[in-house]
């Protein structure tokens, strides 16, 4: 069945530095999502990709999805005390609802 | 809007016990989903609904675990008999399926802790 694993499983960074989590699937996806749980909370919905190649970004967030459909990537520009949290990954396989998420990125931003 | 709402937040029952998990979906969505946490495990798919239909319960761990959906508003996750590794946090989560973003909004989770 599809797999989706995450690099890392955890990162430390200084506040100011950046941080990348990468997200690669065992098939072609029709989209990616991307979300983000705070310690003790629930998945919270960060942004969708849907094309190939496509970049987006959110402030200091920036979202790739590869050409391929098969990965995808989240770069934060100078972390902040405010973006600790797990970041996860969602496939979709065409022709269906379903979203099977990464092993996410567990990332603590020191002060 | 009130967002997607389960019960109980905390559960915590003994061996062998019946446990259910209750959600109550966003208003207007289309599609329900349960999802498992643990450390060990990650996020996993137990099952999800499209149109009050279960479409795809592969994710179920096995036959003490089940699912409906009575109606459009409400879904129950039920679990007998519960054993220790059943210890998760269960996430419901909708969305208005492939026709909009497709966005899942997740509910606060029920956390389960079986003695």
């Known amino acids: 069945g599809q797999q989706v694993m995450q690099i890392p499983q955890y990162q430390h960074v200084q506040e100011g530095e950046d941080f990348t989590t990468y997200c690669n699937s065992s098939?072609?996806?029709?989209?990616i999502q991307w979300y983000k749980q705070r310690p003790g909370g629930h998945p919270v919905f960060l942004i969708q990709?849907?094309?190939?190649?496509e970049v987006k970004k959110q402030k200091r967030l920036t979202f790739q999805f590869g050409e391929a459909k098969k990965n995808s990537s989240l770069h934060i520009t100078a972390t902040q005390t405010t973006d600790v949290g797990t970041y996860f990954c969602?496939?979709?396989?065409?022709?269906?609802?379903?979203?099977?998420f990464g092993t996410g990125t567990r990332l603590k931003v020191l002060a | 809007d009130a967002g997607v709402i389960q019960s109980p937040r905390h559960e915590v029952t003994e061996m062998g016990q019946e446990v259910t998990l209750r959600c109550k979906p966003i208003?207007?969505?289309?599609?329900l989903f349960w999802y498992r946490q643990t450390m060990m495990r990650g996020l996993e798919l137990l099952i999800y609904?499209?149109?009050?239909?279960?479409?795809?319960d592969s994710g179920m761990p096995e036959d003490r675990f089940s699912a409906k959906m009575p109606n459009a508003s409400f879904s129950t996750l039920k679990i007998q008999p519960s054993e220790p590794r059943d210890s998760a946090v269960y996430f419901c989560?909708?969305?208005?399926?492939?026709?909009?973003?497709?966005?899942?909004?997740f509910g606060e989770g029920s956390r389960l802790t079986v003695l």
């Open positions: 990709l849907v094309k190939s190649g």
């Open positions: 969602a496939g979709r396989g065409s022709g269906t609802y379903k979203y099977i």
């Open positions: 208003s207007g969505h289309n599609s």
């Open positions: 098939t072609t996806l029709s989209n």
């Open positions: 609904f499209n149109n009050n239909v279960p479409i795809d």
């Open positions: 989560a909708s969305s208005l399926g492939a026709s909009h973003t497709g966005e899942l909004f």
